[in-house]
């Protein structure tokens, strides 16, 4: 029997599902007949339940069951044969104008929108590419002997300088009064390395054990602490240790601790220089990417589907209250989050989901099998054992979900480059990697 499909908006759609009573209250009372078998009721034994007593205790919910079935398998075949693609849940609400001997609902639904994608050849994109300086191979070197430093104690006398330890205790005051969090004893901190605010780093400067200083610092206005944001403390501070770093030497050793395979200095350079392109690739990738998206969207043109946007808004919600309890906060469930701090965001989140699936099954860029495997293998080269990593991802389907998902952005992002107007931009390496 045809489906009469009412359209009620751009993507709103409504159908009327009818139901017969008698199938509905048969299969109702065959459900009651089999659960009687096993109820349990005081006074009676297992299976011998009257009837009357099941159904006063299981009725509504066995009736609420069956309805929700029939009328579940019933949306699905009508929107089956008026070939309908359904965008999230249907609103089910019961009609009270039912030919006798049936039950009637109005199930009001989204459609999928049609997606129209421009001419990508018109579009102007920006692709980046960055190398990696042996400049930036010597600062990683540079980290990496810092992670590796240990502190002794400086001679007596001797000031405290840049990239020395010290311990202090202090204690800062506004208008003559103490603050939350503007006083502790035996605090440490690393000088020159932005631990500290800029005027409280250099009064420490210089400073010797024992010795006493009080200066005055003004807070930023932007600064974290809500309650001296833009105010002038005045700050005591005692030096009670200074301690010199001491940097491990740059040879074969300290290649040897950082795990390297060829346990030398030009071992650990290679080593540095590969992992640094690594990054370089994953962060051009991801630059590039983002552009081809944006240019994509400059090019669509649909409608959102009102379902498919509170759907995302909901998962956004969610991530961000976990976000929250990762982060010790108290209570993070019960903190108000209004919906529309993310409602821009899921917009985006659905419009560019619709696009990409629609670009990739006009264009056929689904990930195959060999670009699967490929890049696994590329991500397993950071791991000590690469053929474990890639056995751990093929052992997962929702992990090679994942991998799937990438590899299909990747498609998405070479198509789009290789359609639209593209002008090839080098960045610095510092630039690529601050940006």
Do not use: C
């Not at 001419?119 to 810092?146: G, N």
């Not at 909901?314 to 209250?321: F, G, K, W, Y």
């Amino acid at each position: 029997m045809a489906v009469n499909v009412e359209t009620l908006e751009k993507l709103e759609r409504r159908i009327t599902l009818t139901l017969p009573s008698a199938q509905i209250s048969s299969e109702v009372e065959s459900r009651l007949r089999k659960l009687s078998r096993t109820v349990k009721a005081a006074g009676f034994r297992p299976g011998k339940v009257p009837m009357s007593v099941v159904t006063q205790r299981y009725g509504y919910s066995v009736h609420y069951e069956v309805m929700n079935d029939h009328v579940g398998r019933a949306f699905s075949d009508a929107t089956s044969e008026a070939k309908l693609r359904v965008a999230g849940a249907p609103r089910i609400e019961q009609k009270n104008d039912a030919h006798e001997g049936q039950i009637a609902f109005d199930a009001t639904f989204e459609v999928y929108p049609e997606v129209q994608i421009g001419d990508l050849s018109s579009a102007e994109i920006d692709s980046v590419s960055a190398e990696v300086t042996e400049e930036a191979v010597d600062r990683t070197i540079e980290i990496l002997r810092k992670q590796r430093r240990t502190f002794g104690q400086r001679p007596a006398g001797d000031g405290a300088q840049e990239g020395d330890r010290v311990t202090i205790d202090f204690e800062g005051k506004i208008d003559g009064e103490s603050f939350a969090g503007g006083k502790a004893d035996g605090f440490q901190f690393v000088i020159g390395e932005g631990q500290m605010l800029e005027q409280f780093d250099k009064a420490v400067r210089g400073m010797k054990v024992g010795e006493s200083k009080t200066f005055a610092l003004q807070f930023p206005d932007d600064y974290h602490g809500k309650d001296v944001a833009g105010k002038e403390a005045d700050f005591r501070v005692t030096v009670t240790k200074v301690e010199a770093q001491k940097l491990p030497e740059v040879d074969e050793g300290f290649a040897e601790t950082l795990g390297i395979a060829e346990a030398s200095v030009q071992g650990l350079r290679d080593s540095v220089k590969s992992n640094l392109q690594r990054e370089v690739r994953l962060r051009v990738l991801a630059r590039n990417k983002a552009a081809a998206m944006e240019a994509l969207l400059a090019k669509s043109t649909l409608d959102l589907p009102k379902a498919l946007v509170s759907n995302e808004v909901e998962r956004l919600l969610a991530s961000a209250r976990e976000d929250m309890k990762g982060r010790g906060i108290k209570d993070a469930e019960k903190v108000t989050l209004p919906q529309e701090l993310f409602q821009a965001q899921a917009e985006r989140r659905v419009r560019l989901g619709l696009v990409v699936a629609e670009l990739v099954r006009v264009n056929n860029l689904q990930a195959k099998p060999d670009q699967l495997q490929a890049h696994i293998e590329e991500m397993s080269q950071s791991y000590e054992k690469p053929s474990e990593v890639v056995r751990w991802y093929l052992s997962d389907r929702n992990r090679m979900a994942e991998v799937e998902a990438l590899v299909i952005e990747k498609n998405v992002t070479d198509f789009v480059l290789a359609q639209a107007k593209v002008t090839a931009k080098t960045l610095a390496f510092d630039e690529l990697m601050n940006g």
